[in-house]
């Protein structure tokens, strides 16, 4: 079993940033798969970005160069920064991760942590 777990959402104005971190324990599978997806009020939930223990990453076209996914593989530990906010990025951002290196961004998640809202003010 993975266990993950998000920190680092907050209330951020319009044009700020913020960088969120998730950390991986447990049973952590190499090589793997470690991403955020995000789930906004009354919408769809969509993918934000993928990167896969290689350190390919793949992203989704909304965060046009905005958003950059990293990740510590000594420490298990996957980062998201967030730049250039925008109310359209107002959600829960919740950190994944798949027991293979499939950095897809509409491949099954294997786990899931519990979430950080991410709130942005215009």
């Known amino acids: 079993q993975v266990h993950l777990v998000e920190s680092g959402g907050g209330l951020v104005q319009a044009g700020g940033s913020l960088r969120l971190t998730c950390a991986a324990s447990?049973?952590?599978?190499?090589?793997?798969?470690m991403g955020w997806y995000r789930q906004a009020p009354e919408k769809q939930r969509e993918v934000v970005a993928v990167?896969?223990?290689?350190?390919?990453?793949n992203y989704a076209v909304f965060t046009k160069g905005r958003f950059t996914i990293s990740r510590d593989n000594a420490k298990n530990t996957v980062f998201l920064q967030m730049n250039n906010l925008n109310s359209e990025d107002t959600g829960v951002y919740y950190c994944?991760?798949?027991?293979?290196?499939?950095?897809?961004?509409?491949?099954?998640?294997?786990?899931w942590g519990q979430g950080t809202q991410v709130t942005v003010s215009s």
């Open positions: 447990g049973s952590i599978f190499s090589p793997n798969a």
């Open positions: 990167i896969s223990s290689g350190g390919y990453t």
């Open positions: 994944a991760a798949r027991k293979r290196a499939d950095y897809g961004l509409l491949s099954p998640w294997d786990y």
